[in-house]
């Protein structure tokens, strides 16, 4: 198993929206990921750089990206 490294608490994390957990980081084979340290299938980042963003964007509560400003343009 992998080691789980805890995210810095000064650090902006969302609380996982399954859960409530703070997220934390573990390191896999194809570079670090944040993830529920509950489940994993709660959400996981796509490995590589540590993407706090990419979490928090997904387990916000209310989510800003709603407004639909792009629609599908045919080129
Ligand atoms: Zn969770």
């Known amino acids: 198993m992998s080691e789980s490294i805890s995210i810095q608490p000064n650090i902006h994390c969302e609380p996982c929206k399954e ?3 703070r997220p934390v980081i573990e390191q896999t084979r194809k570079g ?6 509950t489940d994993k299938k709660h959400f996981t980042t796509k490995p590589g750089l540590v993407n706090i963003d990419e979490w928090n964007r997904a387990n916000k509560k209310s989510p800003v990206l709603n407004a639909p400003q792009y629609k599908n343009k045919a080129s």
């Open 19 to 21: 859960c409530g957990a």
């Open 32 to 37: 670090f990921v944040v993830v529920c340290p």
